[in-house]
């Protein structure tokens, strides 16, 4: 998630100012906020997900982590 918070990022403060006279750069600016807050709850759920995937699997780790 991190490559698509740097390229709207990107898009945001170097591309969209030289272009800021067309219509179609107002939409864009208008829709970076949403595009971010979407990408947040993606990558928050990801990493409940890996969480929970630890957790599930934490009593393996760590007994293998103790016979070695």
Same mark, same amino acid.
């Not at 179609?24 to 595009?35: A, G, S």
């Given at each position: 998630?991190y490559?698509?918070?740097?390229?709207?990022?990107?898009?945001?403060?170097?591309?969209?100012?030289? /272009? #800021?006279?067309?219509?179609?750069?107002? /939409?864009? /600016?208008?829709?970076?906020?949403?595009?971010?807050?979407e990408?947040?709850?993606? #990558?928050?759920?990801?990493?409940?997900?890996?969480?929970? #995937?630890?957790?599930?699997? #934490?009593?393996?780790?760590?007994?293998?982590?103790?016979?070695?």
């Amino acid at each position: 998630h991190y490559p698509a918070l740097k390229t709207l990022e990107h898009l945001e403060h170097t591309f969209l100012p030289q /272009v #800021s006279h067309y219509r179609f750069c107002k /939409v864009m /600016v208008d829709n970076i906020p949403r595009l971010r807050d979407e990408i947040k709850e993606l #990558s928050m759920s990801d990493l409940k997900d890996f969480l929970e #995937s630890i957790r599930k699997h #934490s009593d393996k780790i760590g007994e293998t982590a103790m016979k070695q």
